[in-house]
């Protein structure tokens, strides 16, 4: 196994993957997030698996999955705006009492039986309206936990490992529950989950960060961020695919209940089985990317795992077997991790520190608010076509994407070298 040196220190190739957690404001942090995450995931899958059962509707499945996420695509900007002019730790714990709250209504509602469509709808909206002030501070803030900038490459790629770990975990939980007692549970727990991310928050010591303050509007200020990224080739690029592997890439997402009951007539344990496959396939590209010495050559890595996200989509489509489509979502789940994940180290590491916020917020709106359009889309092609040929004709959208897309990106690798620091080990390595 080979060594490397961190501090002064060899250490193997393990702990090269976690060195990150040396820093103990980012343990407190992956702890408690990754606590409250497999919560959110439990929730994702219950609220889908409740929304079909209910309805019968692959329509509205796509209709909450668009107010569910629409949102945080009109707001992203304005929330960007906040996070490089105020603290985004305390940004950071606001939404995650706010989203508490909303998931203890959504139990409350489900437990007692009340619960009803617009219900849903409604809460998602009000979900989304928080998740819009909260990606672009936590993506930010992330930087915050780190007190070597040769480490952010690695805190990010942790940071992905985290999230789809517990995409691992929370599905295979939800579905157990789903059977067992019902969606309620699911709701829950996840609004208990949040007191764990709330409480490491407070428990981090920090040191204040700069914020410069000027005279400039709300307006200019976001027309600031947007000519500055759209100034850069390489953040425009890496926005363009992020937005393109997400229209394309999610919906498979939504329309996970209708081949769960629908094409593989299995119930809601089925449904958890295919989102772990998934979580499986993202962790394993997260813990790729954690391995990595250098940020250098992601530009051809993001259009490549576009590739290989459409490729798993036209396998998933086309299977009508569990194993076979488990199989297919983990490809699924190791393309759209790898490019979100590369996408998200080559923003952060390229970005000043005074717009980190807005552009990340930019990420947000191509990532989370490129979603439910391709929701939306997927849920009314799938009620005229089926739920397969739609992820079908997503597959070869992002293959066709990736290679038109990721020459433009690719051409640029003359120009990354100086701009992506270079994270190499004293021994040559």
Request: hydrophobic fraction near 50%.
């Amino acid at each position: 196994m080979n060594n490397h040196e961190i501090d002064g220190y060899k250490v193997s190739g393990l702990k090269y993957i976690l060195r990150t957690f040396r820093y103990r404001n980012y343990r407190l942090f992956f702890g408690g997030q990754g606590i409250s995450l497999v919560g959110t995931w439990m929730q994702r899958i219950a609220l889908g698996w409740l929304v079909y059962r209910i309805t019968n509707s692959v329509f509205l499945l796509g209709i909450v999955g668009f107010v569910g996420q629409f949102p945080t695509f009109l707001l992203a900007p304005v929330a960007g705006v906040y996070a490089d002019r105020f603290n985004r730790s305390r940004i950071f714990i606001i939404t995650q009492i706010l989203a508490m709250f909303q998931a203890l209504v959504l139990a409350a509602l489900v437990i007692s039986g009340h619960i009803q469509v617009w219900h849903i709808i409604v809460l998602s909206i009000i979900l989304a309206l928080i998740n819009a002030f909260d990606m672009p501070s936590r993506q930010s803030f992330i930087v915050e936990l780190v007190e070597k900038r040769e480490d952010l490459v690695n805190a990010i790629a942790m940071n992905s490992a985290m999230f789809n770990g517990a995409r691992l975990v929370g599905p295979s939980i939800a579905g157990i529950l789903i059977s067992a007692v019902g969606e309620g549970m699911c709701f829950l727990l996840n609004g208990v989950s949040y007191i764990a991310v709330v409480i490491a928050l407070f428990l981090m010591k920090l040191t204040p960060r700069k914020v410069v303050r000027d005279d400039k509007n709300m307006m200019q200020n976001i027309k600031e961020g947007f000519t500055y990224a759209m100034r850069h080739p390489s953040i425009r690029s890496v926005l363009v695919l992020i937005a393109l592997g997400s229209l394309l890439g999610m919906p498979y997402a939504v329309l996970a209940p209708v081949f769960a009951r629908d094409i593989l007539h299995g119930g809601p344990h089925t449904l958890g089985f295919l989102m772990a496959a998934s979580g499986a396939g993202a962790l394993t590209g997260a813990l790729y990317l954690a391995a990595r010495k250098s940020a250098q050559g992601l530009e051809r890595i993001i259009p490549v795992s576009t590739t290989i996200l459409g490729i798993g989509l036209v396998g998933f489509s086309l299977s009508h077997v569990l194993w076979l489509s488990m199989i297919a979502l983990v490809i699924v789940g190791f393309g759209m991790m790898v490019q979100m994940a590369s996408g998200n180290t080559m923003l952060q590491t390229m970005v000043d520190d005074d717009k980190r916020g807005r552009v990340m917020s930019f990420h947000a709106m191509a990532f989370i608010g490129m979603a439910p359009l391709g929701s939306l889309i997927a849920g009314i092609l799938a009620g005229e076509i089926g739920a397969p040929y739609t992820l079908l004709i997503c597959g070869i959208g992002c293959i066709l994407g990736a290679v038109i897309l990721g020459r433009s990106l690719y051409e640029l690798k003359e120009v990354l070298p100086p701009v992506i620091p270079q994270i190499t080990t004293p021994t040559g390595e």
